[in-house]
């Protein structure tokens, strides 16, 4: 089943972005040619543009103290298991507490490096990171792939705070959904969202022998999927059959 996300608001969009972003950071990494390197680069400096929004991590933590209050809650709940939610509150305690830890915007610490710096002005220009443009830079492509890889984790260290705080607070949204079958008759499925409760992410799972790809729109009222068939030019086209596929609302 392939798995797709949409985000309900720009908050929950921002950190599934920065999580694919993590994601493709840390897969990149664990590679050994300069090329893969040269990508892993990229992909922190994305990270830093993402991460540098002003109230981002103002907004994380705000929501790591906010589902720590609803845990605690529960404490000598007997109808909750206490080892169990003693274990989430101290992931979400940590997280918050090394987050917090950070001076500044995440990233600031590798701004004031010189020599990244020097490579992240040109890594957006077409061609601009050639040996001729920067001679320092494509002599540390040659280096040995181990210390490429230490070196691409000096850097990512000071961005795991909020990697971690992403996956705990990601972690709780989509455990706070319980999926259920659904289907689209005629290739089109809508649904109305209950007055009063604010959902923040759906997740649908569909079965990717059908060949089709869902077109996801929704706000806090309503959410709705056309699925859509792609032609051989690429274009994509509404598929008119009844569909059955996998729905999680998280809030």
Not at 62 to 82: A, D, I, T, W
Not at 95 to 101: F, K
Not at 164 to 177: K, N, P, T
Not at 209 to 234: K, N
Request: neutral net charge; hydrophobic residues 45%; charged residues 25%.
């Amino acid at each position: 089943m392939v798995l797709y996300e949409y985000p309900f608001n720009e908050s929950i969009r921002t950190m599934l972005r920065l999580e694919h972003l993590f994601d493709r950071l840390g897969a990149l990494m664990e590679r050994e040619t300069a090329l893969d390197h040269h990508f892993a680069l990229v992909t922190l400096f994305e990270i830093m543009d993402v991460a540098s929004r002003a109230d981002l991590k103002a907004d994380l933590l705000k929501e790591l103290e906010r589902h720590k209050s609803q845990f605690m809650v529960y404490r000598g709940n007997p109808g909750v298991e206490q080892g169990r939610l003693n274990e989430v509150i101290a992931r979400i305690e940590s997280a918050y507490h090394r987050l917090n830890a950070l001076a500044g915007k995440a990233g600031a610490a590798l701004a004031g490096n010189d020599w990244l710096m020097s490579i992240r002005s040109r890594i957006s220009i077409p061609g601009g990171t050639c040996e001729f443009d920067l001679p320092a830079y494509y002599n540390w492509q040659q280096l040995l792939p181990v210390r490429r890889r230490k070196d691409l984790m000096t850097w990512a260290q000071t961005l795991m705070p909020m990697a971690e705080a992403l996956q705990v607070l990601l972690g709780l949204l989509r455990d706070s959904g319980s999926p259920h079958k659904v289907a689209a008759n005629a290739g089109q499925y809508q649904q109305s969202l209950p007055a009063g409760r604010v959902y923040q992410l759906l997740r649908m799972r569909l079965d990717p022998s059908l060949g089709l790809i869902p077109e996801i729109t929704g706000h806090r009222l309503l959410v709705s999927i056309r699925m859509m068939r792609q032609d051989e030019e690429g274009r994509l086209k509404l598929a008119s059959q009844d569909t059955s596929f996998e729905l999680t609302l998280c809030a």
